[in-house]
């Protein structure tokens, strides 16, 4: 591989990684925040909690497609450092900030400026070989995933030791730090294609739409479980203050393998074939999902959901690579949207089931909404797309 091609895969990833652990970084001690700042009840502040959690991810999910499309009119690196650059400034404002409103606006813009994960993606793309690009992709998401993993354990640290404005302050030099290192390092790549238009027909088509569902229903396996996992705990019969101490590791250990899986499997779709992998990974995916129902224990619950996260997880970046190929920032942008459509909508999905329902019928649904998504992909694939 090209020397500036190698680095621009290196210092885009590690720079996701500190965007992935930032991002995630406040997701722990957000909620205490919102509760020590409210002037309202418990019950209205539970609402605030989740209109502010929940607005950068519903907000980045479109925000993700327009930053597609600028990178046919404006530098792809230049728009990656601005990004950056918001997101420190809108951390440290973060930090000072003791209005419910305030925060919820800075949570917003968080989304718009969120979506500069697109512009990674195409500057990787941009840098990387036909053959060579599913593993680089997967490369990418592999340091986007342990940015997710390491962030809430670091950010509950830095919260008890430095307080909210300690920790907004640590996440800001952070990201610092990655722009500093990103503007050394990062090569500019080329504009991308001028005739692009933002959901045009070369950007939203039958075939992207198929994608897009399919790399939904896969983040939906991933993000579905946080927002029940005292459900899971309680079926198994631990206790409250044994199962919070638990959570964390829990979603720990499955995020780990996800983190590992994506790596392996997208290096070894370059033997086996990237369609081939993608059939198998989902296929599998879709039976442990469904064997979580047959769980009669912690532990067995533990190692069914590893192995699960640690299969589907590479479907994503497998997916998206299929298209990445034609270095358009319009499609990159638009499927890169389903990840923040199945962060938002995972957990909803999960609990509104849930509330109606019970864990073995969230599990078969899961499974039957990943089906139906191959179903779709896999249709088309007869005639758009092929095996390598």
Not at 24 to 51: A, H
Not at 90 to 115: A, D, E, K, N, W
Not at 360 to 381: D, E, Q, R, W
Request: charge should be positive.
């Amino acid at each position: 591989m090209d020397p500036d091609k190698n680095r621009n895969l290196i210092f885009i990833s590690l720079s996701q990684f500190g965007m992935a652990m930032t991002a995630n970084f406040i997701m722990v001690f957000l909620p205490f925040l919102i509760f020590k700042i409210s002037p309202y009840s418990s019950q209205k502040t539970l609402l605030w909690v989740g209109l502010i959690m929940g607005a950068h991810s519903f907000v980045v999910m479109i925000a993700s497609n327009f930053w597609g499309v600028l990178t046919s009119r404006f530098s792809p690196k230049l728009l990656f450092m601005r990004g950056l650059l918001a997101n420190i400034v809108l951390f440290l404002l973060m930090g000072f900030t003791s209005s419910l409103h305030g925060l919820l606006i800075l949570r917003i813009l968080q989304g718009v400026f969120g979506g500069i994960s697109t512009v990674g993606l195409i500057i990787i793309s941009s840098s990387s070989s036909r053959e060579r690009i599913s593993a680089d992709i997967g490369f990418f998401q592999t340091f986007l995933t342990l940015g997710q993993l390491v962030g809430p354990p670091i950010g509950a640290l830095a919260a008890s030791v430095f307080g909210y404005r300690g920790a907004f302050v640590s996440v800001s030099i952070v990201l610092l730090i990655v722009i500093i290192f990103s503007y050394l390092n990062v090569e500019e790549v080329p504009l991308q294609s001028k005739q692009e238009k933002l959901f045009g027909r070369s950007t939203v088509n039958q075939q992207t739409i198929v994608a897009w569902i399919l790399c939904f229903a896969a983040t939906v396996q991933l993000m579905f479980l946080p927002s029940v996992l005292p459900n899971v705990f309680e079926k198994f019969n631990m206790e409250r203050t044994i199962a919070l101490k638990w959570a964390g590791v829990v979603i720990m250990i499955y995020t780990a393998t996800a983190t590992l899986g994506t790596y392996f499997w997208t290096r070894v779709s370059l033997r086996f074939g990237r369609d081939r992998m993608i059939l198998l990974l989902v296929i599998l995916g879709i039976l442990f999902q469904s064997l979580l129902s047959l769980s009669r224990g912690m532990v067995d619950f533990i190692v069914i959901r590893m192995i699960q996260t640690g299969l589907i997880a590479a479907t994503i970046p497998l997916i998206i690579s299929i298209f990445a190929a034609e270095l358009k920032g319009g499609t990159i942008g638009f499927l890169n949207s389903s990840r923040f459509a199945g962060n938002a909508f995972g957990p909803m999905i999960a609990t509104s089931i849930l509330a109606i329902s019970n864990l073995t019928t969230l599990y078969l649904f899961i499974s039957g909404l990943t089906l139906f998504a191959l179903f779709g992909f896999k249709f088309l694939s007869k005639s758009t797309f092929h095996p390598q």
